[in-house]
T-cell receptor, first 117, second 115 residues
Framework: AQKITQTQPGMFVQEKEAVTLDCTYD???????LFWYKQPSSGEMIFLIY??????QNATEGRYSLNFQKARKSANLVISASQLGDSAMYFC??????????????FGTGTRLTIIP | DAGVIQSPRHEVTEMGQEVTLRCKPI?????LFWYRQTMMRGLELLIY????????DSGMPEDRFSAKMPNASFSTLKIQPSEPRDSAVYFC?????????????FGEGSRLTVL
């Protein structure tokens, strides 16, 4: 079974509108972390936001927020007031457990977001 | 601050040749990861090290792939012999579990083309 599922291969959004990128995950570990990364056309992977499984509040970082619904095992990324520079691939990733050294991330297949002027 | 440094950025080689990709992690980071990205398979973890020790190499495709981390500031990923299906972007990433959320910091990647 896929650990991270991103069901939207591509999305087109008008500039200045908000956009939600979907991510669902699968784990039986009570302790885990969820990450979102951005990959622009230049290829680098940029860390955006993190949500821990025990965090009581949804994470926010500037225009990025994470809609964390633990019971549904979803961690959707919300980008407010989208900008042309937001056009990129977006990856959801999960780290399971808190064991020392157990820090590997499992990535979803990504969503290609295109912002339309 | 210097980020994760990978070399070469681009490599074109012929089938059967040996390929060595290099990575310098962020100073002070104690975990290092090698990922491969292809259109078909997305981002796959190949191997990762903690304190220079390989922790999980279950993602290494086959014996043609090997990785080493002789010290805290250097790692190599070697493919010998290379095959066209090895063509991909290879990312190195590093992290420090006690810093932030333990997020991974990625290098710019090494794009490998095997003809």
């Amino acid at each position: 079974a896929q650990k991270i599922t991103q069901t939207q291969p591509g999305m087109f959004v008008q500039e200045k509108e908000a956009v939600t990128l979907d991510c669902t995950y699968d784990t039986s570990d009570p302790s885990y972390g969820l990450f979102w990364y951005k990959q622009p056309s230049s290829g680098e992977m940029i860390f955006l936001i993190y949500q821990g499984s025990y965090d009581q509040q949804n994470a926010t970082e500037g225009r990025y927020s994470l809609n964390f619904q633990k019971a549904r095992k979803s961690a959707n990324l919300v980008i407010s007031a989208s900008q042309l520079g937001d056009s990129a691939m977006y990856f959801c990733a999960m780290r399971e457990g808190t064991n020392f050294g157990n820090e590997k991330l499992t990535f979803g297949t990504g969503t290609r977001l295109t912002i339309i002027p | 601050d210097a980020g994760v440094i990978q070399s070469p950025r681009h490599e074109v080689t012929e089938m059967g040749q040996e390929v060595t990709l290099r990575c310098k992690p962020i100073s002070g980071h104690n975990s290092l990861f090698w990922y491969r990205q292809t259109m078909m398979r997305g981002l796959e973890l190949l191997i990762y090290f903690n304190n220079n020790v390989p922790i999980d190499d279950s993602g290494m495709p086959e014996d043609r792939f090997s990785a080493k981390m002789p010290n805290a500031s250097f790692s190599t990923l070697k493919i010998q012999p290379s095959e066209p299906r090895d063509s991909a972007v290879y990312f190195c990433a590093s992290s420090l579990e006690t810093s932030g959320h333990g997020e991974l910091f990625f290098g710019e990647g090494s794009r490998l083309t095997v003809l």
